[in-house]
């Protein structure tokens, strides 16, 4: 499941969407590449712009 998370939202995001969340496109796409390890604020940033809420659940 690692690393679905991140094709998905890189297909739905566009220059534009990566500008509003403050970052460049090459940052965006290297922060997502299945080798990028980006900070937690820029995943929230990126979401953020996509519309797309985080939860955390307790582990079963």
Do not use: C, D, W
């Amino acid at each position: 499941m690692q690393g679905a998370a991140p094709v998905g939202v890189r297909s739905q995001t566009t220059p534009s969407q990566a500008r509003k969340a403050g970052l460049n496109r090459e940052s965006l796409y290297k922060s997502l590449s299945g080798e990028g390890n980006p900070a937690f604020s820029t995943i929230k940033k990126i979401t953020k712009v996509l519309g797309i809420h985080l939860v955390a659940q307790p582990a079963q």
